[in-house]
Nanobody, 121 residues
Framework: QVQLVESGGGLVQAGGSLRLSCAASGSGFSINVMGWYRQAPGKQRELVARIIRAGSTDYADSVKGRFTISRDSAKNTVYLQMNSLKPEDTAVYYC???????????????WGQGTQVTVSS
């Protein structure tokens, strides 16, 4: 069984920074894609950033130049460094991963429990 455990959310003033972490735990798996989504009240969940196995990255236009996604493959961990935060970045941030699980013989999509990020003006 694979689990994603997130940390690093909180309250910050506009212009500040936060770093989110997401670690995948379990055994017999390999990560294809790992990234972050967010969901603000009354809005749909949206992709923030993702990184694929080969190392390429995708970002939402709204966070380009402010957020950076990175990974530590040895720790099965992905990070989201968020700088120059804005009130509109306020949301619950969810870690997401597409992971090949050997015991299943196919990839599965996994979600973390979510971490609140609140940016005050």
């Amino acid at each position: 069984q694979v689990q994603l455990v997130e940390s690093g959310g909180g309250l910050v003033q506009a212009g500040g920074s936060l770093r989110l972490s997401c670690a995948a735990s379990g055994s017999g798996f390999s990560i294809n894609v790992m990234g972050w989504y967010r969901q603000a009240p009354g809005k749909q969940r949206e992709l923030v950033a993702r990184i694929i196995r080969a190392g390429s990255t995708d970002y939402a236009d709204s966070v380009k130049g402010r957020f950076t996604i990175s990974r530590d493959s040895a720790k099965n961990t992905v990070y989201l460094q968020m700088n120059s935060l804005k009130p509109e970045d306020t949301a619950v941030y969810y870690c997401n991963a597409n992971i090949y699980v050997a015991s299943l013989g196919h990839p599965n999509n996994y979600w973390g429990q979510g971490t609140q990020v609140t940016v005050s003006s």
